[in-house]
Nanobody, 124 residues
Framework: QVRLVESGGGLVQAGGSLKLSCAAS????????MAWFRQAPGKEREFVAA????????YYLDSVKERFIISRDNAKNTVYLQMNSLKPEDTAVYYC?????????????????WGQGTPVTVSS
């Protein structure tokens, strides 16, 4: 069992920054792919970013490339999402997710464990 707890969401002005954190309870958390998804009201769940277990590869939604940075600290069983130059269209509930499978990174149904989400609101 893996429990994920997100934090760091909030209200920010357009152009501002937030850093999300996701802490996992599992002892061997370093074995998992770690990812962030988001879901805005009335929208489908959307892949945002992912990072392989050793941090060797990262993946991003095109609209957040060059603005968001995903990273992980395996010693702390934690994944981060640094969000810069935030836009109103980034407003959503952001969810942390993890899995072991690496055949696909962007399909939400392939992820094994999910956090409860942390809301991010970007005002203009």
């Amino acid at each position: 069992q893996v429990r994920l707890v997100e934090s760091g969401g909030g209200l920010v002005q357009a152009g501002g920054s937030l850093k999300l954190s996701c802490a996992a309870s599992e002892r061997t958390f370093s074995s998992y792919v770690m990812a962030w998804f988001r879901q805005a009201p009335g929208k489908e769940r959307e892949f945002v970013a992912a990072i392989t277990w050793n941090g060797g590869s990262t993946y991003y939604l095109d609209s957040v490339k060059e603005r968001f940075i995903i990273s992980r600290d395996n010693a702390k069983n934690t994944v981060y999402l640094q969000m810069n130059s935030l836009k109103p269209e980034d407003t959503a509930v952001y969810y942390c997710a993890v899995k072991r499978d690496i055949t696909t990174m962007t399909f939400w149904r392939t992820y094994d464990y999910w956090g409860q989400g942390t809301p991010v609101t970007v005002s203009s």
